[in-house]
């Protein structure tokens, strides 16, 4: 059974696109983009700001682009396509964490 996931994956890619893309970068201009955990965003900070958020937007694109393929195929209930995209906006509010501290 196909489910309409077009909301899921909006909010996947909102969560762990825009707005971690957004708040990372804020918190590199606070702390340094050597404070970064994953290697390949120090990396993408070291190119410049607007890549990092380029590049981590277009990778989360794909990844909720297929979001709706891939939770039909294992018939995942509607919360985990949301409880993914909560997860993405608790990262958020850590970055703001970093930036406001």
Known sequence: MTRDRSG???AIF???GVLDATTTVL?????GPHAEANPIVRE???AGEI???VGMCACVAVAAAA??????AVDAP??????IATIGAIVAA???????A
């Not at 509607?78 to 409880?83: D, I, K, L, T, Y």
């Not at 850590?94 to 406001?100: D, G, H, K």
């Open 51 to 53: 890549a990092t958020v």
């Open 8 to 10: 899921e994956a909006a």
């Open 44 to 46: 993408l900070l070291a």
């Open 14 to 16: 909102t969560s762990h």
């Open 27 to 31: 918190a590199a201009r606070a702390v």
């Open 78 to 83: 509607r919360w985990v396509g949301f409880a």
């Open 94 to 100: 850590v970055n703001l964490v970093v930036v406001f």
């Open 67 to 72: 979001w709706p393929t891939a939770a039909d």
